[in-house]
């Protein structure tokens, strides 16, 4: 026979006088909690010596509205009290309930208008509403009218009415071990040797204990914390920036010509704001329009300052990158930004309109495109991409260009973001006199492969299942 444990066998003796109870009930008799109690009938139920009975009761509640009138009468009741022989419309528009009364009462065809008169029918009553307020009743069309007219509140309650079955009965009749269960041994219990005859607990090691469901991080911004602590751990130092950018940062310093699609109204999201140039932003101007003092040709064309000067949702945190090198053009820099950008994107499973990105520089004398390979290849590497390799690619502001891939089993290679080696148009406008890496990477795609999802949005709903279930555990990072 399965063993009881001492909570179950306390219950099976109280059930086998009550035969029959509710958890509450037998929760006072048990000094326990009602959901304690139901938790033990369930083991018994298991081994066959209870039964549980889940119960769902409708009550319906009054609203503010409908305490009111549970006391007073409906405002037709009301107002069907008010009308008299010879009484008018005017006269009824001074009664406090003629807003909602009158209504009612033309709609149910308690009363006539002829000219000025009002009259009622024959027959005219409203007791079987008053009867529905005064007792609500599921079956009953009047309740549901009510609970339109936001009179009722309809509210389900659960209760469990547990019974002891016949095995339990006779378990019971054969006598239970009620003493007193030790659930640990103490030094003095060892000592002494009163060990040996204490009734102890018995345990049941196949057993899962009972989830537990702790406030923990989003699964998503653990990710992005992960990130960030990896890149601290390779020496980067992280930036911030606001998420309205002048196009200038956002666009020009990058050599982004001004006609470019990426610039059109439906991929970016422009404001009325406009925010003055920053001094020495005619070798950004020159830089566009004839290559300025490099042996670049530019673009060609005018190079407009009110379209610089225009303010946006920031398209890529480059934005932020570019201002702290512009403000730190000596070596060495070696730093990240991980934040929101925004693009006009129509929103399906794996696009969304505003989305987290990492953006990452370094420059230094020497460093060289093989550096920039390394660099990546390790930060992949520690977030569990074992495989990862790159392909060349073509981004406007840095030459040589790369993708960079990695693979996911089951799935093939996925390509991750862009990187290469910022122009020379980007730098020289900006005193910049040295090699500059450069990198950018979707985070919500990596979060999608780390989490299994299929469907982008599951990243910002509140699901709780799904934040239940997604393991607070972080992953294992590898490295090179």
């Avoid at 959901?35 to 298991?46: I, K, P, R, S, Y």
């Avoid at 009047?142 to 339109?148: A, F, N």
């Avoid at 925010?275 to 830089?287: D, F, I, Q, R």
């Avoid at 000596?330 to 693009?343: D, L, S, W």
Wanted: hydrophobic content about 35%; aromatic content about 8%.
């Amino acid at each position: 026979m399965a063993e009881l444990t001492q909570n179950e066998k306390r219950l099976l003796a109280i059930l086998e006088k009550e035969k029959k109870a509710d958890a509450p009930h037998l929760a006072g008799l048990l000094d326990a909690t009602p959901e304690a109690v139901v938790q033990w009938a369930h083991l018994a139920g298991d081994k066959g010596f209870a039964t549980v009975e889940r119960v769902v009761v409708k009550e319906y509640i009054y609203t503010d509205e409908g305490k009111a009138y549970a006391q007073n009468g409906l405002p037709e009741t009301q107002l069907l009290r008010f009308i008299l022989p010879g009484t008018t419309l005017a006269d009824l528009q001074k009664h406090e309930a003629f807003k909602i009364g009158f209504g009612q009462l033309r709609k149910k065809g308690l009363v006539k208008v002829e000219g000025t008169s009002v009259t009622k029918t024959a027959g005219a009553s409203t007791d079987a509403d008053e009867a529905a307020i005064r007792n609500p009743s599921g079956a009953d069309p009047k309740t549901k009218d009510l609970i339109k007219r936001g009179i009722l509140q309809e509210s389900e309650t659960v209760r469990y009415a547990i019974a002891i079955t016949t095995a339990g009965l006779s378990l019971v009749k054969k006598g239970l071990d009620l003493r007193g269960e030790s659930g640990t041994l103490t030094r003095d219990q060892i000592i002494s040797g009163e060990w040996k005859t204490a009734n102890l607990r018995k345990y049941d090691v196949t057993k899962l204990p009972k989830k537990a469901w702790p406030g923990k991080i989003h699964p998503y911004q653990r990710i992005i914390a992960e990130m960030r602590e990896i890149l601290l751990e390779m020496g980067f130092t992280e930036l911030y920036g606001g998420i309205v950018q002048q196009s200038y940062w956002n666009f020009d310093a990058l050599f982004q010509p001004q006609d470019h699609p990426a610039r059109e109204m439906q991929d970016t999201f422009y404001l009325r704001e406009t925010l003055p140039l920053p001094p020495g932003y005619e070798k950004v101007k020159a830089m566009h329009e004839c290559g300025g003092e490099t042996s670049s040709t530019g673009w060609g064309g005018i190079w407009k300052e009110e379209k610089a000067e225009q303010c946006v949702l920031r398209t890529h945190t480059t934005s932020v990158s570019i201002q702290y090198l512009a403000r730190n053009p000596n070596p060495p820099v070696k730093a990240f930004c991980i934040g929101r950008v925004y693009r006009r994107e129509t929103i399906d499973t794996t696009h969304l309109a505003e989305f987290e990105q990492l953006e990452g520089i370094v420059m230094d004398e020497g460093v060289t495109f093989g550096n920039l390979l390394g660099i990546l290849r390790e930060f992949y590497h520690r977030m569990g991409f074992e495989g990862v390799r790159f392909k060349p690619s073509y981004y406007p502001y840095t030459e040589p260009s790369l993708d960079a891939e990695v693979y996911v089993e089951g799935i093939g290679w996925i390509e991750m973001g862009g990187a290469g080696i910022f122009r020379e148009e980007v730098t020289a406008p900006l005193g910049i006199n040295y090699p500059v890496l450069a990198w950018g990477l979707g985070v919500s795609r990596i979060a999608m492969l780390r989490l299994g999802l299929k469907d982008l949005r599951y990243l910002h709903k509140s699901d709780v299942a799904f934040l239940r279930e997604t393991p607070a555990l972080r992953h294992t990072k590898g490295g090179i």
